[in-house]
């Protein structure tokens, strides 16, 4: 398994873990205040994400470094742009439905968190696609 495989799984599965981390902090932040959660809810995840971030991409550094400083081939090359475009019409339809959420309710703080979390699936599916067009072979 080349590094960067290695990488989009376990990017893949901090995402998932603090994505569903995001979504508990929603709800129960919406729960206690009886309304939508307000947009700072955020700032934890987003720390959570950083840090999560840095601590596995080290580990996996460390583990392997002459494939980390390696530079991505033609294959790695094509593999992360198409799962960055397919990954952007999953962000594009997460925001639109979000905002057409917005037209009917006309809630903002749950505009942020629809888009949010929409960031999420989006970076997600990226992960998930760059693993599925490396084991095939784009």
């Known amino acids: 398994m080349s590094f960067r495989e290695k990488s989009a799984w376990v990017m893949a599965?901090?995402?998932?873990?603090?994505?569903?981390?995001?979504?508990?902090m929603v709800r129960t932040a919406s729960q206690a205040l009886g309304t939508t959660a307000p947009a700072a809810v955020?700032?934890?995840?987003?720390?959570?994400?950083?840090?999560?971030?840095?601590?596995?991409?080290?580990?996996l550094a460390v583990s392997s470094p002459r494939e980390a400083s390696a530079p991505a081939d033609e294959?790695?090359?094509?593999?992360?742009?198409?799962?960055?475009?397919w990954s952007g019409f999953v962000l594009a339809a997460g925001a639109v439905s979000a905002l057409g959420h917005f037209l009917v309710r006309g809630d903002g703080n749950m505009l942020?968190?629809?888009?949010?979390?929409?960031?999420?699936?989006?970076?997600?599916?990226?992960?998930?696609?760059?693993i599925l067009l490396t084991r095939r072979s784009v």
Do not use: C, K, N
């Open 13 to 24: 599965a901090l995402m998932v873990v603090t994505g569903a981390f995001y979504v508990t």
């Open 75 to 85: 294959r790695e090359r094509l593999v992360t742009q198409r799962a960055g475009h």
């Open 42 to 59: 955020s700032i934890g995840f987003v720390i959570l994400v950083v840090i999560g971030s840095i601590i596995v991409q080290v580990l």
């Open 112 to 130: 942020f968190h629809l888009v949010m979390g929409s960031l999420i699936v989006s970076q997600i599916a990226d992960y998930a696609l760059q």
